[in-house]
């Protein structure tokens, strides 16, 4: 089995910033990938951004040049620094990873979700 914490979320103003943490334990031999998704009421989850564990990384539009995604290897982590944030990105954010377990399957696992809420 493979835990998930997630912290960071809260309330803030536009234009301002947060960063959410997600830290995985537990039966994994190697993370895949890890990503952040968000949901808002009444709308689908959709990708916010993404890390393959060799590197390479995704973005949705609507957060490119204003979200990054980074990585503790060390501490199975993954960061998403949000700055210049906006009402609409308002939702729950789940983080979600794809590893491989010490027993050799390939599992997918998620968070339970923190709340961004971004409202003057």
């Known amino acids: 089995q493979v835990q998930l914490v997630e912290s960071g979320g809260g309330l803030v103003q536009p234009g301002e910033s947060l960063r959410l943490s997600c830290a995985a334990s537990?039966?994994?031999?190697?993370?895949?990938?890890m990503g952040w998704y968000r949901q808002a009421p009444g709308k689908q989850r959709e990708l916010v951004a993404r890390i393959i564990w060799g590197g390479s990384t995704n973005y949705a539009d609507s957060v490119k040049g204003r979200f990054t995604i980074s990585r503790d290897n060390a501490k199975n982590t993954v960061f998403l620094q949000m700055n210049s944030l906006k009402p609409e990105d308002t939702a729950v954010y789940y983080c979600?990873?794809?590893?491989?377990?010490?027993?050799?399957?390939?599992?997918?696992?998620w968070g339970q979700g923190t709340q961004v809420t971004v409202s003057s």
């Open positions: 537990g039966s994994i031999f190697s993370i895949n990938r």
């Open positions: 979600n990873t794809d590893v491989t377990t010490s027993l050799g399957r390939r599992l997918s696992y």
